[in-house]
């Protein structure tokens, strides 16, 4: 936003930003509420077409689940998880959001009754606080980015837990998309010095800083 901001308030633009769920991604843009969102939404094998055949997308990154825990090597050994084998573990999961669409993907709308739910959290930094004190023993499933957030030491509040890649094994591929989402058509209906294309434009710069990250 910093590249376009400061030209923004010069030519009396006025750029509102806010927060949205993720639940709420396309509802907003459908309703014009918002007219471009930064942020995740999860694409399922076979379906994503239509998910996203009413929008333009810029891509940044794609990436699957990680487990965090503070279970033992010796109970909970290596670096990756098949999601084949998540029924056995005690779990910690997000009662929306990108893990309830994960988990409806993998294992069907009653997955609550297929896996071993220890928690239901409605914040991610509920389930970290339940996990470093040790209320709950188990596992805790978070995005990929989150997981490499915690295992890199950028996320204080889940010092302590080790990260688990979670190998995508059961139901159809599922994988998180990262990007700007904007309405099909829209664009293409302003010139190059509109707001919005000019918004498009920086953000694709911020979309290459995110391909060349290793």
Not at 4 to 18: A, H, M, N, Q, W
Not at 39 to 46: A, C, P, R, W
Not at 53 to 73: C, D, Q
């Amino acid at each position: 936003m910093e590249y376009v901001s400061g030209d923004f308030d010069r030519e009396g633009v006025d750029l509102k930003i806010t927060h949205v769920r993720t639940g709420d991604l396309f509802t907003k843009l459908r309703s014009q509420e918002l007219d471009l969102v930064c942020g995740s939404v999860v694409v399922t094998e076979g379906e994503e077409s239509a998910q996203l055949a009413p929008y333009e997308v810029m891509e940044w990154r794609r990436s699957g689940l990680s487990l965090l825990t503070n279970l033992p090597p010796e109970r909970l050994p290596g670096g990756s998880f098949r999601a084949a084998d998540l029924p056995r573990l005690p779990l910690v999961v997000s009662t929306g959001g990108l893990i309830d669409r994960f988990l409806t993907a993998w294992y069907g709308s009653d997955y609550r009754q297929k896996l071993t739910v220890a928690a239901e959290i409605e914040a991610a930094h509920y389930g970290f606080e339940l996990l470093r004190s040790g209320v709950v023993s188990g596992a805790m499933l978070v995005t990929r980015g989150l997981g490499e957030a915690a295992s890199d030491g950028h996320l204080p509040e889940a010092e302590g837990l080790r990260t688990l890649e979670v190998t995508g094994d059961v139901g159809p591929r599922t994988e998180v998309l990262v990007g700007v989402f904007t309405r099909c058509g829209e664009r293409a209906s302003y010139g190059p010095e509109h707001p919005l294309n000019r918004l498009w434009e920086a953000l694709s710069w911020e979309s290459e800083r995110w391909w060349l990250r290793p």
